[in-house]
């Protein structure tokens, strides 16, 4: 169900045209400037406040930690001591600069910002062997870089499955909304949790003989809890609270989430109230309602709840699919609780509500942005569409040793932390190692099409860096497709294309590809020098390969269009060589992808 079809024509009258500075308030988000609001296209303008909003992250180790639902997790990674890491929460046309010292005992790090565009800053991005060299034990890098988009999203390390491990925390960029609220309630991320190591269930997933697969290669571990802004009982009862958020009554809040997980997938809903969608993946789109929400890993949704209902706890469900392949936890029934100003908060919700509508991991792509993309149809042709498979394989690896493995076109990526991609650019050395995965993108080519083939069971979270991308079309999802796998389901240009929306389709930068599927979609190249990895979001599979980069404007890349490129290539590769050099046992211990 859908409401307010005629935004563009209500924002005048709300006050744009003409607005007084700081403008936005309860009976008018829409306005932020009185030269920027809600339709501003945040591609081509955004303000600039000259305000740097500086923060200091420790990465520490810990190997049997006491999480948050008072069980051990074991190999915890943390920043400043805890998890979620700190909030980043700046305005719009902020500048962010952000410390890391990394004091892990052994292993190198990075800091990725997740959805943020990095315009002329792609060595800000925080890729490990493509961004960057690994910040080494011991030392710190800082990252600056122009908040030019808002809305929500969250920082992680971007090396092998590290994330899994705790360096996560949440970003809050205040702007413009396109539909009113009163009180914002922040960033609420949703996440999974796992007492195990991030390391060890990768080793485990990339050995083709370990039982835990159960005959089916690539299987990850069912979760052991699902924490919500890093809070929850443990399924058994043992230990932890439930996380909690207060409502207003007749009081309309303003909820960013978030899912920050490795694997779990989740509808979220909220029993007796609705939710008024507002962003998605920084995207403002004109508002519409839902009772339910379908987060994969990455993905962020803005909504507005209206509080309407009568004083009283109230569940925040986030319901696993039936099929396992959307992700598996230990605990049966996820959930928070929002309590109403003036209830008994001694008392838990009695009402679960009705059972979420099982989505089989089909994410919503039916919102409308505000700011229109239109990609050129008439270049949609098969000279002009590539494709990228993805498999699942077991390969040798070394001799006898053969490894779990998810290739694009035949090939995982492996990349150098030693040597990163932008180094190769910069040396004006094009001749990159096959298995890096590097697409370069013609320099001529506005438009970019591509067509995600999967040929797995496994449906996958696909994330572009530096760009937002169309939503031009999918498959079908099947139900089960582990029950009846049938056959993948090829994309037909002469059948499908036609079908194809090219006129301001949804718009983010995380969506799924569908189980024996394909995904097609396209994204306006040659404006962000820099390199851009295209991956699913699940860290094991990143870990094992399944990712690409796409290489764009190599000739701006060389000619200034990316301040300080060089210096801060060369002083932290230099550390990192070094570091490696001096340890070359810890060398060996790069066990996977890198990515």
């Known amino acids: 169900m859908r409401f307010l079809p005629l935004l563009g024509g209500l924002l005048p009258l709300l006050g744009l045209v003409g607005a007084a500075p700081s403008c936005n308030h309860e009976c008018n988000r829409a306005c ?26 420790e990465i520490t180790e810990v190997d049997e930690w006491v999480g948050p639902d008072g069980h051990i997790k074991k190999g915890a990674m943390l920043i400043n001591g805890g998890y979620p890491g700190p909030l980043i929460k700046a305005d719009w046309g902020d ?16 800091m990725h910002w997740h959805g943020f565009h990095q315009l002329n800053s792609n060595n800000q991005d925080g890729v490990a062997g493509v961004t960057e060299c690994l910040i080494v034990p011991g030392a710190s890098k800082v990252y600056s870089f122009l908040a030019t988009q808002h809305g929500t999203s969250w920082y992680h390390s971007h090396i092998s499955s590290q994330y899994a491990n705790g360096i996560v925390g949440p970003i809050q960029i205040n702007g413009p909304s396109s539909y009113p609220y009163d009180t914002d309630l922040g960033v609420f991320p949703i996440s999974d949790w796992y007492y195990d190591s991030a390391e060890h269930i990768v080793d485990r997933m990339m050995d083709p003989n370990d039982p835990f697969l159960k005959g089916v290669p690539g299987s990850p571990p069912p979760s052991n809890n699902i924490l919500f802004n890093g809070m929850n009982i443990a399924p058994n009862g043992t230990g932890g609270e439930y996380a909690r958020l207060k409502f207003t009554k007749n009081k309309r809040h303003r909820l960013r989430l978030v899912n920050t997980s490795a694997d779990n997938t989740f509808v979220v809903s ?18 519409y309602a839902v009772h339910q929400l379908y987060l994969t890993v ?22 696993l699919s039936s099929t396992p392949l959307c992700g598996v936890s230990l605990n049966p029934y996820p959930a928070a609780i929002v309590s109403y100003e003036g209830s008994d908060e ?3 919700p009695t009402n679960r509500g009705p059972r979420a509508i099982d989505q089989f991991c089909e994410d919503d792509v039916s919102s409308k942005p505000l700011t229109s993309r239109t990609a050129p149809k008439a270049d949609f042709s098969d000279t002009k569409v590539d494709t990228l498979s993805v498999t699942l394989d077991v390969k040798e690896v070394n001799k006898g040793i053969s490894k779990v493995l998810w290739s694009v076109d035949g090939s995982a990526i492996d990349v150098q932390w030693d040597k990163p991609t932008l180094e190769y650019v910069v040396e004006g050395n094009f001749t990159f190692p096959r298995q890096a995965n590097i697409i370069q993108l013609p320099e001529a080519v506005k438009w970019s099409f591509w067509v995600i083939q999967n040929n797995s069971p496994s449906p996958h979270p696909m994330h572009l860096h530096g760009h937002d991308f169309l939503i031009l079309g999918r498959s079908r999802f099947p139900a089960n497709p582990l029950v009846d796998p049938g056959q993948p389901i090829l994309f037909d240009p002469v059948v499908d294309g036609p079908h194809l929306k090219f006129d301001n389709p949804t ?17 306006e190249a040659g404006r962000n020098p820099g390199s851009w990895v295209f991956h699913c979001h699940i860290p094991w599979h990143m870990s094992q390969g399944l990712s690409v980069q796409f290489l764009e404007r190599v000739d701006r890349i060389n000619d200034g269009a990316i301040p300080n490129l060089m210096p801060d290539l060369q002083e932290k590769c230099d550390e990192w060589r070094r570091y490696a050099d001096n ?5 060996m211990k790069k066990v996977d992808s890198g990515i």
Do not use: C
């Open 583 to 587: 340890d070359p046992e810890f060398r």
């Open 346 to 348: 001694s008392r838990l």
């Open 298 to 319: 990455g993905q962020r949704y803005d909504v507005v709840i209206k509080a309407d209902q009568e004083v009283d706890n109230y569940w925040i469900n986030a319901t």
């Open 507 to 523: 718009r983010r930068d995380t969506t799924v590809v569908p189980s024996f599927g394909w995904l097609v979609i396209a994204f």
């Open 270 to 287: 909220i029993v007796g109230h609705n939710m008024t969608v507002i962003e998605t993946d920084f995207v403002p789109v004109e508002p």
């Open 32 to 57: 932020w400037t009185s030269r920027f609001n809600v339709n501003t296209d945040y591609e081509n303008e955004w303000p600039v406040t000259g305000v740097t909003r500086k923060f200091d992250f």
């Open 95 to 110: 500048r962010i600069e952000v410390t890391v010292t990394n004091k892990l005992k052994t292993n190198g790090t990075s």
